[in-house]
């Protein structure tokens, strides 16, 4: 990675961590991505381009929709991309970006919306963000304060956790 280039480009795909719940007799729908407002949040100061690929939960992400995230992912002049994605087939798009190199990409999500107060996707990010820094190229999925490389970890649904495999 370049010291000239510290752009983050973050691709933004939909999932929990930017769900939406209007009321008690509403189900969560993915709304426009909170990002830009938590990096605001958070004083992030680094350059951030920030660019919506999908807008959906990842159980509905199709092998199409994987093949146009690795295709935004290959195009970006950015050496750092984090990808907000929803947690159930993360690994799976991990895995549609393995074959890319000269990047570090992380992908990050989290398992309540960010618009909650208990969520965890704000250190979820935050992790993202430092991983996307200082890790070499590569593709790494960073959740419950871990960072994985992305073929190295599954979605433990019983302890509700990232886990190493």
């Known amino acids: 990675?370049?010291?000239?280039?510290?752009?983050?480009h973050v691709l933004t795909t939909g999932g929990t961590i930017d769900k939406l719940y209007f009321d008690a007799l509403s189900e969560y729908q993915i709304g426009e991505s909170i990002l830009a407002r938590l990096l605001?949040?958070?004083?992030?100061?680094?350059?951030?381009?920030?660019?919506?690929?999908?807008?959906?939960?990842s159980l509905e992400l199709t092998a199409d929709d994987r093949a146009l995230i690795a295709?935004?992912?290959?195009a970006s002049p950015a050496e750092r991309i984090v990808i907000t994605h929803g947690t159930d087939t993360m690994t799976d798009t991990?895995?549609?970006l393995a074959g890319i190199s000269g990047k570090t990409i992380v992908l990050v999500?989290?398992?309540a919306p960010a618009r909650f107060s208990e969520s965890?996707?704000?250190?979820n990010l935050g992790m993202a963000f430092a991983t996307a820094q200082i890790a070499p190229p590569g593709?790494?999925?960073t959740m419950?304060?871990?960072v994985f490389r992305a073929d190295q970890v599954v979605k433990d649904r019983a302890k509700g956790a990232f886990v190493a495999r």
């Open 109 to 111: 999500g989290a398992l």
């Open 94 to 96: 991990a895995a549609a």
């Open 144 to 146: 419950n304060g871990t």
């Open 1 to 8: 990675m370049t010291q000239q280039d510290p752009r983050i």
């Open 120 to 123: 965890d996707a704000t250190f």
């Open 139 to 141: 593709v790494y999925i």
């Open 40 to 57: 605001e949040i958070a004083r992030v100061k680094l350059p951030v381009e920030i660019e919506e690929v999908t807008r959906k939960d």
């Open 71 to 74: 295709a935004r992912v290959a």
